[in-house]
C-alpha cells in the first residue's frame, strides 16, 4: 500500500504513540489517554471517535476506568475484550498502588496509604469496606474486602473484624470504605461504628489506626480529623 492510500487513523496512531514516548501522559487529555489505550486492543481503527464517545457517557477518564464491562460495552463499537482491557488496566493501576505501599518501611499518616485507597475503592458504585493490615512495625502484611454492597452493623460488625485481623495476625489495622454518593463525610454511625471497633480490638492488642472514607477526588480521615 502506497503512504497516501494508507487510512489517516495509521498515522494518528503512531503519532499518539510517539507523544506518550516523548513525554509520558503528563499533557494528555483524558480522551487522548483512552485513545492510546485503545491502539493496544483495537487494530486497524480510529480510535478517537470511541474515546470521545466514552468520555461523554461517562465523564471523565477515572469514571471510565471504574464503569462496569456491561456499562462499558453499551458504548457502540466497545466490545467485551476492549472492556476487558480497560478493567485490566483498572486492576493493574490496583496492585501497583498497593505494592508501592508494602514498599513502605512504615505506614505513619493517611496520606501514605490514600493512593492505594483511591486505586482499590474510589469509583465503585457499591459501598465495600477494606481492612489493611499491619505488622508491629506498621508495614503492611495485606488488605482484604470484607463486604461489599449493602452494608449494615452485621457485615461489618466489630468482632468480624476483629476475627479477620486475628487470621491475618495483624498487630494493627486501618479500615477503609467508600462512599459512592462522592461525600466522603463519616455519619454519625461511622463514627460510633469504629469507636465499637477501637475498643473490641483494643481487647486483644490490636491497635486501629484510622478509618478513612473514599469519596470522589476527596477523602476523610477519622483519625486525622480527631473524630477517633
Known amino acids: 500500500m502506497r503512504t497516501q492510500d494508507k487510512p489517516s487513523y495509521v498515522g494518528h496512531r503512531q503519532r499518539i504513540r510517539d507523544k506518550f514516548a516523548a513525554g509520558g501522559l503528563d499533557h ?4 487522548e489517554t483512552l485513545e492510546l489505550l485503545l491502539t493496544y486492543c483495537i487494530a486497524r481503527r480510529d480510535t478517537k471517535p470511541l474515546a470521545w464517545a466514552l468520555i461523554k457517557k461517562f465523564g471523565n477518564l477515572s469514571a471510565v476506568l471504574d464503569a462496569p464491562v456491561a456499562e462499558l460495552c453499551q458504548v457502540p463499537g466497545m466490545g ?57 512495625r506498621n508495614t503492611v502484611i495485606g488488605t482484604e474486602i470484607i463486604s461489599s454492597g449493602t452494608l449494615d452493623r452485621v457485615s461489618i460488625s466489630p468482632r468480624k473484624i476483629v476475627e479477620r485481623a ?11 470504605h467508600n462512599h459512592p454518593s462522592g461525600d466522603p463525610t463519616p455519619s454519625a454511625d461511622d463514627i460510633a461504628l469504629t469507636k465499637e471497633i477501637i475498643r473490641a480490638a483494643a481487647v486483644l492488642g490490636i491497635a486501629m489506626h484510622d478509618h478513612i472514607i473514599v469519596g470522589k477526588g476527596r477523602h476523610y480521615s477519622l483519625r486525622a480529623k480527631g473524630k477517633i
Open 28 to 31: 494528555f487529555l483524558d480522551h
Open 166 to 176: 486475628l487470621a491475618a495476625k495483624a498487630a494493627a489495622i486501618i479500615l477503609v
Open 80 to 136: 467485551e475484550n476492549s472492556a476487558q482491557f480497560l478493567k485490566l488496566i483498572r486492576a493493574v493501576f490496583k496492585k501497583y498502588s498497593l505494592e508501592e505501599v508494602k514498599e513502605k518501611p512504615a505506614i505513619r499518616t493517611p496520606q501514605e496509604v490514600l493512593a492505594y485507597c483511591n486505586a482499590s475503592l474510589a469509583g465503585q458504585s457499591d459501598e465495600c469496606v477494606e481492612l489493611i493490615y499491619l505488622s508491629v
